[in-house]
């Protein structure tokens, strides 16, 4: 499923760590040097890569020209430097996770929309910043819809902050360190920011006024649980009134919640 490739690099860690029954060295430092490549941002050398790794540029010179060959490296002819190709993108879609995940999700999300006559949409992380990744529009004759495929500020967005709230704080330093308008705040208003990370830790949500656009209040919760498996956000962008009346934030909340729930267990997590 998606989590598998979005999957933090702290899981993978812990998946490195667990007893070994048997031990492929040559395995183990292609799949080091593919994990250290994936959280790079430009390409690396091969002395660059071993002294990331803690290994001699002999120890991994085959290995790399192995993944050169298979296509799941790339090295620029004119300075050496390695980086990821797409091929375990392509592969991880062979599966075809996301369309498990509209699969599961859409259904759901397309009844909450038609019941409450709100759009909602679920949001992932993607290269530090999230992204919409699935959209149920509302029928009703006035209501709010985000694209799929739309990009958001981490930090600035209701769905960004629940997802960087159930981050490890390994992951969440990195897409902070990558977010710009989080680069920009003075030092008490990150330490503000860090505070509602963790009140919105505690509860599993936000409800607060959208920082992009005014008129607008966003409901988001967690699909899934604290560090876990699955770290997707479900939100409701909504008007502070629709057709003259006041929406009831604390039964949207319920409603979103119950959503969410069901989607987590029909996924098997």
């Known amino acids: 499923m998606i989590f598998k490739v979005i999957r933090s690099i702290e899981t993978m860690r812990e998946l490195l760590e667990k007893p070994i029954k048997y031990a492929v060295p040559a395995l183990d ?3 080091e040097i593919i994990e250290f490549l ?7 050398t091969q002395a660059e890569i071993a002294q990331g790794l803690a290994r001699s540029p002999n120890e991994i010179y ?3 020209v192995n993944l050169e060959t298979r296509g799941y490296l790339i090295r620029d002819e004119k300075n050496s430097r390695y980086k990821l190709s797409l091929k375990l993108y392509n592969l991880s879609h062979s599966v075809s996770p996301i369309a498990q995940i509209r699969q599961v999700a859409l259904p759901q999300m397309e ?7 709100v759009s909602c949409y679920l949001s992932i992380l993607y290269q530090s910043q999230t992204m919409v990744l699935i959209s149920a529009n509302s029928y009703s004759p006035v209501a709010l819809s985000v694209n799929e495929g739309s990009l958001f500020s981490a930090s600035q967005s209701s769905a960004g902050l629940v997802l960087l709230a159930h981050s490890n704080e390994q992951v969440k330093a990195m897409i902070l360190e990558r977010d710009k308008p989080y680069q920009l705040l003075k030092e008490k208003a990150k330490t503000e920011l860090h505070q509602t990370l963790a009140t919105i830790a505690d509860n599993g949500f936000i409800m607060a006024d959208n920082t992009l656009v005014d008129g607008i209040f966003d409901i988001s919760c967690i699909v899934g649980e604290i560090e ?3 770290i997707a956000a479900l939100t409701i962008p909504c008007l502070k009134h629709v057709t003259g009346k006041t929406i009831e934030q604390t039964a949207l909340l319920e409603e979103l919640q119950l959503t969410a729930s069901n989607i987590k267990q029909q996924l098997g997590n």
Not at 111 to 117: E, F, I, N, R, Y
């Open 29 to 31: 430092k292609a799949l």
């Open 38 to 44: 994936a959280i790079q941002t430009k390409g690396l």
């Open 62 to 64: 085959r290995i790399l």
């Open 111 to 117: 009844d909450l929309a038609v019941k409450l006559g």
């Open 228 to 230: 876990g498996k699955i």
